[in-house]
């Protein structure tokens, strides 16, 4: 018989200066580093980009700091892999794209083992559950992205620490030709017949996806 696969969904949360403003449909931040480009504004503390000149001035900065670390973007979920080269030929800025099969808690653990060095990253895309325990440690940077305003209240942090970025809807996948019979429901799932056969996407632990399933 074939595995059943629980597909769960993921939610992306806002951050990273360089990141979101530039134009990467991104998740949850953690600080920027501070760059040093002909600008009295320090991008990795400032919570919106009209507060420190505008879309050009934080291109510019961005270019002079010349890379954009990003990590668990697997290139093809959420046109992630168009995303990314579209957005490194149009403001030539390198993407460095780590673990891009990872979790949600493996960005966390970056965060908190690579901050201060060249690895650290500057945008996460993560489940819900694990953005509110990153900014409950402290490890997100507040950043209000241009469209603020249009974002429901309830899908994002009043402070600017993440945002609803894209959502799905949990969903059972199953080989129709080894599965029988076909499940028609999460509560069908519990039938005998699916026994030894029923997998989830992932450890619940550490993968948004597999947790919310």
Same mark, same amino acid.
């Given at each position: 018989?074939?595995?059943?696969?629980?597909?769960?969904?993921?939610?992306?949360?806002?951050?990273?200066?360089?990141?979101?403003?530039?134009?990467?449909?991104?998740?949850?931040?953690?600080?920027?580093?501070?760059?040093?480009?002909?600008?009295?504004?320090?991008?990795?503390?400032?919570?919106? /980009?009209?507060?420190? #000149?505008?879309?050009? @001035? *934080?291109?510019? &900065?961005? +270019?002079?700091?010349?890379?954009?670390?990003?990590? =668990?973007?697997?290139?093809?979920?959420?046109?992630?892999?168009?995303?990314?080269?579209?957005?490194?030929?149009?403001?030539?800025?390198?993407?460095?794209?780590?673990?891009?099969?990872?979790?949600?808690?493996?960005?966390?653990?970056?965060?908190?083992?690579?901050?201060?060095?060249?690895?650290?990253?500057? /945008?996460?895309?993560? #489940?819900?559950?694990? @953005? *509110?325990?990153? &900014?409950? +440690?402290?490890?997100?940077?507040?950043?209000?992205? =241009?469209?603020?305003?249009?974002?429901?209240?309830?899908?994002?942090?009043?402070?600017?620490?993440?945002?609803?970025?894209?959502?799905?809807?949990?969903?059972?996948?199953?080989?129709?030709?080894?599965?029988?019979?076909?499940?028609?429901?999460?509560?069908?799932?519990?039938?005998?017949?699916?026994?030894?056969?029923?997998?989830?996407?992932?450890?619940?632990?550490?993968?948004? &996806?597999?947790?919310?399933?």
């Amino acid at each position: 018989m074939g595995k059943i696969t629980s597909l769960g969904w993921t939610l992306g949360i806002a951050g990273s200066s360089l990141a979101i403003a530039a134009g990467v449909a991104p998740a949850s931040s953690a600080s920027v580093r501070p760059v040093t480009a002909a600008s009295s504004c320090d991008w990795a503390t400032v919570t919106s /980009v009209a507060s420190c #000149g505008g879309m050009s @001035a *934080l291109v510019k &900065a961005a +270019q002079a700091e010349g890379q954009l670390n990003v990590i =668990t973007l697997p290139p093809n979920w959420a046109n992630y892999g168009t995303l990314m080269s579209e957005f490194q030929a149009k403001y030539h800025i390198k993407i460095n794209d780590a673990d891009p099969e990872g979790s949600s808690q493996d960005e966390i653990n970056a965060v908190i083992h690579e901050k201060g060095t060249s690895k650290e990253p500057d /945008v996460l895309d993560m #489940g819900p559950s694990f @953005a *509110l325990e990153g &900014a409950s +440690q402290g490890l997100l940077a507040p950043y209000k992205v =241009t469209e603020w305003s249009e974002i429901p209240g309830n899908e994002k942090a009043a402070n600017g620490d993440w945002y609803y970025d894209y959502g799905g809807y949990i969903s059972i996948g199953y080989n129709a030709g080894a599965v029988k019979p076909a499940p028609t429901s999460f509560k069908s799932l519990s039938n005998p017949a699916y026994k030894g056969d029923i997998a989830l996407d992932g450890n619940p632990t550490e993968a948004g &996806a597999a947790f919310a399933a």
